[in-house]
């Protein structure tokens, strides 16, 4: 799972401010998935995107949250006007071809003051 | 959807003995079945997963067991180290490229 780049790492905004993930999938992977764990818990399912696709959103926010994944560079976790219950951890997972396991990256880390 | 219980959420167990998780899930639809090991401050790390058409499967100290008619899967680590200590989650999904839906959780400590 180090093919997994995400970044930052650590991340911390004010209520209000917008929040940008960044996910790297590994080489020749295109399928790209976000989950957030909240304290203690497990992770919870967001989205599930292809390039230039979003395929499953089903876990997503309606308000405040959106997801890309471009042709090139990395996939975007995007979180407007962030509050304090966004404070998580969001992991990104991608996988070769949506057929075989995923492999996870280290997470960003939020926190929202 | 999907539910993923996972029992116990907190397991000591000293050097060398075993220990097991247990999971059940309510979708009979779900087919994979993977097991994540997350140190802290890391993401979670794939040990061993097993899809529906196995009953068990073995990756030298690691092993896991399916049971579909109950819907539930567990996981056996045998002769454990301190460097076993961890959470370890399992999860559930209709195919590994799905969304998964995770258990809460087992921190295992490993005492020397």
């Known amino acids: 799972n180090a093919g997994v780049m995400q970044n930052p790492r650590h991340l911390v905004r004010r209520r209000g401010q917008e929040a940008r993930l960044r996910c790297s999938p590994m080489?020749?992977?295109?399928?790209v998935y976000w989950y957030r764990q909240l304290p203690e818990e497990g992770l919870k399912f967001m989205v599930y995107?292809?390039?230039?696709?979003?395929?499953?959103e089903s876990g997503m926010p309606k308000e405040r949250f959106s997801a890309e994944f471009p042709k090139e560079g990395p996939s975007i976790l995007r979180i407007q006007q962030v509050v304090r219950g966004d404070s998580a951890a969001y992991f990104c997972?991608?996988?070769?071809?949506?057929?075989?396991?995923?492999?996870f990256g280290q997470g960003t880390r939020l926190t929202v003051v | 959807g999907e539910n993923v219980e996972q029992h116990p959420s907190t397991l000591s167990v000293q050097e060398g003995d075993s220990a097991v998780i247990k999971c059940t899930y309510s979708?009979?639809?779900?087919?994979?079945f993977p097991w994540y090991k997350q140190e802290l401050g890391k993401g979670p790390q794939l040990i061993i997963d097993?899809?529906?058409?196995?009953g068990e499967k073995k990756d030298q100290r690691i092993a896991v067991t399916l049971n579909k008619t109950a819907k539930h899967f567990s996981l056996h680590i045998t002769e454990t180290q301190p460097e076993d200590s961890a959470v370890y989650f399992c999860?559930?999904?209709?195919?590994?490229?799905?969304?998964?839906?995770f258990g809460s959780g087992t921190q295992l400590t490993v005492l020397p």
């Open positions: 997972a991608s996988s070769l071809d949506g057929i075989t396991e995923a492999f």
């Open positions: 080489k020749g992977h295109s399928h």
């Open positions: 995107l292809q390039k230039e696709n979003i395929i499953d």
């Open positions: 979708d009979s639809a779900s087919n994979y």
């Open positions: 097993i899809r529906s058409n196995v």
């Open positions: 999860a559930a999904s209709k195919d590994p490229a799905r969304q998964l839906t």
